[in-house]
């Protein structure tokens, strides 16, 4: 028996033999590699770049092998001083890419340095052990020896090694590679306890690589793989099996539902919803978040591992740190998050702050209803890489009403039982005092508002108007003068016919003439009063007429900007869906073009929000005014710019004093003056820059003032530009400003506005370095016309 494994040895060792065997390794590889090309439609991301990779590297360390054996079968090379040394490199360089391949299928750069550095190694090794075996006695066998040792060595220290992660992270389709592995680690130790004699190579270790290669196509199953890629001990097997639903219909999640209409604790109620999401969505991660406060951490309650079948503690993140994440929860709105997108930088500070190597795809479900959010539901993916679809978001929200009543149930207190005598009310507490206070305040503005309304109206300014004005007042001045000449030459001559005393024909003649010429004048003037008062009536007319035409403009403007939303919307749709590859997987190319679309889309929706705003200011449309938090405005907007400022990776900073006081001011123009400042600034920042938000009270001349300024890294403005730099027409036509975003439309805005609310706003420019807005609004509003931005400044 021995003599026949010693003979199946040798033909495995000698050539042609060997060739043969280094062929047989080649095309196992290269069955795997077409597999794997065949089937990369659908896989996760990063897992078929990987498995190419190394199913290339092990490809092309066997056709190297293949070709030196090759020559030195026909002679061309000497096979006793380099083929030994390279064989068991080769033999080491492809374990080290098995364990690669088989326990690290996701991106992970520990292991990928670790790999680099153990290939480094093996180079080094190579030289070593070629100069080392090059000064050993011509005619040595390399088996058995101290170099051959050390290679052994190294390559089981590999194996073990392998096998250790391979048994704790049992990734898909581990049981394969634990054959694999298992195959050349007995290979290995034979070698070393039964050597073949007089020989360089070893039988043993190509024998189990003939059994072990074969299996490499399985790892193409990885590519299709929907199940979890990591189970702990004690998992259901059913949990690593390909599982094609979206949805469970497990008893255990079931029986989790059911739960939560019995727990009284508001602790394990918590506990035992994000168990039953995570087993209903077949998630590997679910969390339970609290609204956050407007300057507070996000805070997870409270999560459940579906993987591990664990609780998980609760933590705290920074806000600035996941601004996307914070605004969908604040607002209540749903969000996915994929890996492979521009969020990469915001899933990683999830997963940082949550220990996990990566975060994996994310989707946020709102817990909110129409006059409350309560939190969110933040479902991770960071073991099977699940992409998150509107199906598993439309899903959820199914439910999220009833979720909400249990939660709100859960939080309210449990009704002492009356005492037997009444206590007397408690004294009003310091918040309602100055709720109470801010009332009286909104009552008195709204008195000055009525009252305001009550008093006449300003003269107009039209010249031509005041004009008429004047001449017709002259006018009925000099009749009622002409009319009391009249009756004063009638009494004249009433009182001479009675007194029998008229004077001859000739005087009387030439009184009635004086009398018919006042008459004249009379007629004449009436006459031009008429044509002025018919004058006045046109141009008022007029006047209404183009008040009519305009406001008829803007009417046509808001129809035309609300058609326009509708398709508009519809695209920005379907291209989030397209990118999302829900329906089918896109090309660098074709996402790269996707890309511009959304960001074209948004641009213009971006614009038409802008024209709205402008058209409102132009037809003077009512403003709400009311008691103001700036800290909940300021929070508002960072939450509105917060995609920009993270796509562009820049720090947002606030200085914001502790001691600000409620505005009496329209809260949404403040709201969108700071908005389009912290765009304009989001802009004209560069990759990586800082933005500095600031807020502090002002009191000059017995009046408090809110100071706003935001601090950009544009470079700063010329000094020229800086008289006309709120003039809209200004910016529309002419040349981009440096350090000013191209949106010609969005300081014009925030000119209008803070003027509206009683306010100044400029502007102040270090060269080359910043640029600072400075928006000065007063604690109060004091009613004004406001100066449109369009208007040439002096």
């Known amino acids: 028996m021995s003599d026949l494994i010693q003979e199946i040895f040798k033909l495995l060792t000698v050539g042609p033999g060997n060739l043969v065997v280094h062929l047989a390794l080649a095309i196992s590889v290269m069955a795997a590699l077409q597999v794997t090309l065949f089937s990369r439609r659908g896989a996760p991301p990063g897992v078929f770049p990987r498995l190419v990779a190394g199913l290339l590297l092990l490809l092309t360390a066997q056709f190297v092998q293949f070709l030196a054996s090759g020559l030195a ?105 634990l054959a694999v592995l298992s195959l050349n680690l007995a290979g290995l130790v034979i070698h070393l306890v039964w050597p073949t004699p007089g020989s360089d190579f070893s039988g043993a270790i190509r024998l189990a690589q003939l059994c072990s290669f074969p299996l490499l196509p399985a790892l193409t199953q990885r590519l299709h793989a929907s199940a979890p890629a990591k189970a702990a001990e004690g998992t259901p097997a059913e949990s690593t099996t390909v599982e094609r639903r979206r949805y469970s219909a497990d008893p255990r999640a079931v029986y989790a539902w059911l739960q939560l209409a019995t727990h009284s604790s508001t602790d394990e109620l918590h506990t035992t919803l994000t168990r039953a999401v995570a087993q209903t969505m077949l998630a590997d991660m679910c969390y339970l978040a609290l609204t956050p406060d407007p300057f507070g951490d996000v805070v997870l309650k409270t999560g459940y591992d579906h993987i591990r079948d664990e609780v998980l503690p609760g933590v705290r993140i920074l806000q600035n740190r996941i601004p996307a994440i914070t605004s969908s929860l604040q607002r209540g709105r749903p969000l996915r998050l994929s890996a492979s997108e521009v969020t990469q930088a915001e899933l990683s500070a999830l997963a940082e702050a949550l220990g996990l190597e990566t975060s994996g795809n994310l989707l946020i479900i709102p817990l909110a209803t129409q006059r409350k959010v309560w939190g969110g539901l933040l479902l991770l993916s960071p073991y099977s890489q699940r992409v998150w679809t509107a199906n598993d978001q439309t899903y959820l929200l199914t439910t999220i009403e009833t979720l909400v009543e249990l939660l709100q149930r859960a939080d309210q207190p449990v009704p002492a039982a009356a005492p037997a005598v009444s206590a007397p009310a408690p004294a009003p507490s310091t918040s309602e005092v100055e709720a109470l206070r801010v009332r009286i305040r909104e ?122 939303r509708q398709p508009l919307t519809s695209v920005i749709g379907y291209t989030e869906l397209l990118m999302s590859e829900s329906v089918g997987i896109l090309g660098a190319l074709q996402r790269k073009f996707m890309e511009r679309i959304r960001v074209s889309a948004t641009r213009m929706d971006t614009l038409m929000n802008d024209l709205s705003k402008i058209s409102s200011i132009e037809t003077g449309s009512a403003a709400a005014i009311r008691a103001v938090d700036l800290y909940e405005v300021i929070d508002h907007a960072v939450s509105e710019t917060a995609e920009r400022v993270s796509q562009k990776e820049i720090a947002l900073e606030l200085d914001l004093s502790e001691d600000l006081p409620s505005l009496i001011l329209d809260q949404d123009a403040v709201e969108q003056i700071i908005i389009q400042l912290l765009q304009n600034a989001a802009s004209v920042t560069p990759q990586g820059g800082t933005i500095e938000l600031s807020a502090r009270k002002q009191d000059m001349e017995s009046q408090s003032f809110i100071l706003v300024q935001v601090t950009d890294q544009g470079g700063g403005i010329a000094a020229d530009d800086l008289p006309r730099l709120f003039w809209r027409h200004y910016r529309n036509g002419s040349p981009t400003i440096a350090g000013i975003s191209d949106n ?28 600072t807005f400075s928006v000065l609004l007063p604690v109060t509003r004091v009613l004004s016309k406001p100066i449109l931005a369009d208007e040439n400044p002096a």
Do not use: C, Y
Not at 443 to 459: G, I, N, S, V, Y
Not at 465 to 492: G, P, Y
Not at 744 to 768: C, F, H, K, Y
């Open 73 to 177: 079968w026909q002679g061309l090379l000497n096979p006793q001083t380099f083929l030994p040394s390279l064989d068991r490199a080769v033999i080491a360089w492809s374990l080290v890419w098995l364990v690669w391949l088989w326990d690290f299928p996701r991106p992970s750069r520990a292991a990928d340095v670790i790999n680099i550095l153990s290939n480094i190694i093996i180079l080094l090794m190579l030289v070593f052990s070629v100069s080392a075996w090059a000064q050993t006695a011509p005619g040595a066998s390399f088996n058995n020896t101290w170099v051959d040792w050390g290679w052994s060595l190294f390559s089981i220290f590999i194996l073990l090694v392998g096998l250790l992660f391979l048994l704790l992270e049992r990734p898909q389709n581990w049981n394969i590679g």
């Open 443 to 564: 009552l008195e503005t709204e008195k000055l508002q009525l009252a305001q309304k009550a008093a006449p109206a300003a003269a107009s300014s039209d010249r031509d108007l005041q004009s008429l004005l004047s001449v017709q007042a002259e006018a009925q001045k000099l009749i009622e003068k002409l009319q009391e000449e009249n009756s004063q030459l009638r009494a004249d001559l009433a009182g001479l016919s009675t007194a029998d005393s008229l004077p001859a024909g000739s005087e009387t003649a030439h009184l009635e003439a004086e009398l018919r010429l006042a008459l004249e004048e009379v007629a004449h003037l009436q006459n031009v009063l008429a044509g002025a008062n018919m004058k006045i009536l046109a141009l008022e007319m007029q006047s209404k007429n183009l008040a009519d035409d305009n406001g008829g403009s803007h009417e046509v403007i808001r129809s035309l900007i609300q058609e326009l």
């Open 744 to 771: 010609g439309v969005g300081l014009s805005i925030a000119r209008t506005l803070t003027e509206a609310q009683g306010g100044r706003i400029w502007v102040d420019s270090i060269p080359n370095k910043s640029a």
